[in-house]
C-alpha cells in the first residue's frame, strides 16, 4: 500500500489511536514518581548550578525529557490502563533509555522479538492485538502488516519524525531521491526511509562530499554501492538517482552538519544544473526538531563556561545523546557518556562509552574525578528521565565525599 495512503487508512480507522485514551490524570501521578526529581528541580531554580562542597554542578539550559518523549511514555502507561488484561506488544524501544524500557516490561509490555538474522519477528503478535509504536516510529511494512493483522494500533511516533515522512512523501511524489542525513540502522531512519520510493542514507559531511563529487563528476559505481551497502534502497543506480535529489534528515542529528550537507547539495545541484533549473532537481527542508536543537544550543552554552569535565547521560544507542557528547569532546573537555549512575565505582571509577566505539564497547576511567575542586557540566539526552541525571549528581557529591544533606536523593558513596 501507497505509505501515504496506508497512514490515511489508519487514521481513518477505529482501532487506531494517536491522542491518548483521556487517562492523563491516572498516569501523571506515577509518571513523576517514577521520573521526576525534587533535586533537579532545585537545581533548575538556582541558575542551573549547585555548589556543595568543593564540588559545583552546572547543568545545561536544557537537557532530559523532550515533550515528544514525555508524551510516548504517557500514552504507554495510559495503554496499560486503558487496556488492563489485554497483551500488549511494543515494536521497539519506546525511546533510547534503559530504565524506561524496563518499566515497560515491568508493566508486562512485550518488545517484538528480533532474530538472529536482526528482524523483528511478529509471529507472537496475535490478531488483533494492542500494539504500541514508539516515539521513533515504525516502518511502513511494520504498520501495514499490524493493520492487516487488525490490531489496536497506539501510535506515540513524535510529530517531528511524523513531519520528515511528509516531506518524504513529497520526494516520492516528485520523482526526487531522498537522500537522508542519519544513520541507516536506526530505528527512525529505518521507518523514515521506508515512506520515500528511492532514497539514500549518508552518515555524515564525509559521506555527503563524496556523494556529492560523484554528482559532478562520476566515478566507481561499484565502489559507490560498497561504500553505502545497506544505506541506499533496493535497485538504486548512482548514476540515474541522483540527478533530482530532496534533503531529509534523521530528527536527532548534528543541527550544524544537516545544515551543512543541505548546503552542499544545493551548491551541488546549483553548479551541475544551473540556477534556472535547480528547484527541478533539488529540495531542502529542515527537519531537525526543536527538542534537539534546543539541547545542542544549551551545550554549546555550557561548553563556554570552565569546567573540569562534563558528563553526558543517556542511552549508549541515543543518537541525540551521542551528539551533545560530541560538543563536548570538540571542545576539548574531558567527558563521559553514561547511561545511569550504576556506572560510576566502585570507588573513584567510571565506566563509559567513547564516542568513536560500538555500543557494547564500554572503558573504564579511574581515577575519573579529579582531587580538590571540581567544576562538573552535566547534561542529558531528550530520552533521559530527571530522576536519572538526579542520581547521577547524587553520586558524584558523595565520591568527592560532600554531605548528603541537604541533597535529598543522594545515593550511598561507593
Known amino acids: 500500500m501507497d505509505p501515504r495512503t496506508l497512514r490515511q487508512t489508519l487514521r481513518d480507522s477505529d482501532r487506531y489511536f494517536r491522542m491518548g485514551f483521556g487517562r492523563e490524570?491516572?498516569?501523571?501521578?506515577?509518571?513523576?514518581?517514577?521520573?521526576?526529581?525534587?533535586?533537579?528541580?532545585?537545581?533548575?531554580?538556582?541558575?542551573?548550578?549547585?555548589?556543595?562542597?568543593?564540588?559545583?554542578?552546572?547543568?545545561?539550559?536544557?537537557?532530559?525529557?523532550?515533550?515528544?518523549?514525555e508524551?510516548?511514555?504517557a500514552m504507554a502507561y495510559e495503554t496499560r490502563r486503558q487496556f488492563p488484561n489485554a497483551r500488549i506488544w511494543i515494536t521497539n524501544e519506546i525511546i533510547h533509555n534503559p530504565s524506561v524500557n524496563e518499566n515497560l516490561r515491568q508493566m508486562q509490555?512485550?518488545?517484538?522479538?528480533?532474530?538472529?538474522?536482526?528482524?523483528?519477528?511478529?509471529?507472537?503478535?496475535?490478531?488483533?492485538?494492542?500494539?504500541?509504536?514508539?516515539?521513533?516510529?515504525?516502518?511502513?511494512?511494520?504498520?501495514?502488516?499490524?493493520y492487516q493483522k487488525e490490531c489496536i494500533i497506539v501510535d506515540t511516533t513524535c510529530p517531528w519524525v511524523s513531519k520528515v515522512w511528509n516531506r518524504v512523501g513529497?520526494?516520492?511524489?516528485?520523482?526526487?531521491?531522498?537522500?537522508?542525513?542519519?544513520?541507516?540502522?536506526?530505528?527512525?531512519?529505518?521507518?523514515?526511509?521506508?515512506?520515500?520510493e528511492r532514497y539514500l542514507v549518508v552518515l555524515n559531511l564525509e559521506e555527503a562530499r563524496y556523494v556529492a563529487n560523484y554528482i559532478l563528476h562520476g566515478g566507481n559505481?561499484?565502489?559507490?554501492?560498497?561504500?553505502?551497502?545497506n544505506a541506499y534502497s533496493p535497485g538504486f543506480d548512482p548514476d540515474k538517482h541522483l540527478e533530482r535529489i530532496g534533503i531529509a534528515n534523521q530528527t536527532t542529528m548534528l543541527k550544524g552538519e544537516t545544515e551543512a550537507i543541505g548546503k552542499?547539495?544545493?551548491h551541488t545541484m546549483l553548479q551541475k544544473y544551473g540556477p534556472v533549473n535547480l528547484h527541478e532537481h533539488f529540495l531542502s527542508f529542515n527537519t531537525i526538531c526543536d527538542a534537539t536543537q534546543e539541547r545542542q544550543d544549551a551545550m554549546f552554552e555550557l561548553v563556554k563556561q570552565p569546567l573540569d569535565l562534563m558528563v553526558v547521560i543517556g542511552g549508549f544507542n541515543s543518537s541525540?545523546?551521542?551528539?551533545?557528547?560530541?560538543?563536548?569532546?570538540?571542545?576539548?573537555?574531558?567527558?563521559?557518556?553514561?547511561?545511569?549512575?550504576?556506572?560510576?565505582?566502585?570507588?573513584?571509577?567510571?565506566?563509559h562509552k567513547p564516542l568513536s566505539h560500538d555500543l557494547h564497547h564500554l572503558e573504564v576511567t579511574e581515577p575519573w574525578l579529579p582531587d580538590g575542586p571540581i567544576t562538573v557540566g552535566v547534561t542529558?539526552?531528550?530520552?533521559?528521565?530527571?530522576?536519572?541525571?538526579?542520581?547521577?549528581?547524587?553520586?558524584?557529591f558523595a565520591l568527592k565525599g560532600v554531605n548528603a544533606n541537604p541533597v535529598a536523593e543522594a545515593v550511598p558513596a561507593c
Request: net charge negative; hydrophobic share 35%; charged share 25%.
Open 25 to 69: 490524570a491516572e498516569v501523571e501521578p506515577v509518571l513523576q514518581k517514577e521520573y521526576q526529581s525534587a533535586l533537579i528541580q532545585r537545581i533548575r531554580s538556582q541558575n542551573n548550578t549547585l555548589t556543595q562542597g568543593d564540588v559545583t554542578i552546572r547543568l545545561a539550559e536544557a537537557f532530559g525529557f523532550c515533550w515528544g518523549v
Open 109 to 146: 509490555i512485550e518488545f517484538v522479538p528480533v532474530g538472529p538474522d536482526g528482524k523483528k519477528d511478529f509471529s507472537a503478535v496475535e490478531q488483533g492485538s494492542v500494539v504500541i509504536l514508539p516515539a521513533f516510529g515504525a516502518s511502513v511494512q511494520e504498520m501495514e502488516l499490524l
Open 221 to 229: 559505481k561499484e565502489e559507490f554501492l560498497e561504500k553505502f551497502r
Open 320 to 351: 541525540n545523546t551521542t551528539h551533545l557528547q560530541e560538543i563536548a569532546i570538540e571542545h576539548g573537555i574531558p567527558s563521559y557518556h553514561i547511561d545511569s549512575a550504576d556506572r560510576i565505582g566502585p570507588g573513584n571509577r567510571v565506566q
Open 380 to 396: 542529558s539526552g531528550a530520552s533521559t528521565p530527571d530522576k536519572v541525571v538526579a542520581d547521577v549528581i547524587a553520586k558524584i
Open 264 to 266: 552542499l547539495f544545493e
Open 71 to 73: 508524551r510516548a511514555i
Open 170 to 196: 513529497k520526494h516520492r511524489k516528485g520523482g526526487y531521491t531522498s537522500i537522508i542525513h542519519g544513520k541507516y540502522k536506526h530505528e527512525e531512519t529505518i521507518a523514515t526511509s521506508s515512506h520515500a
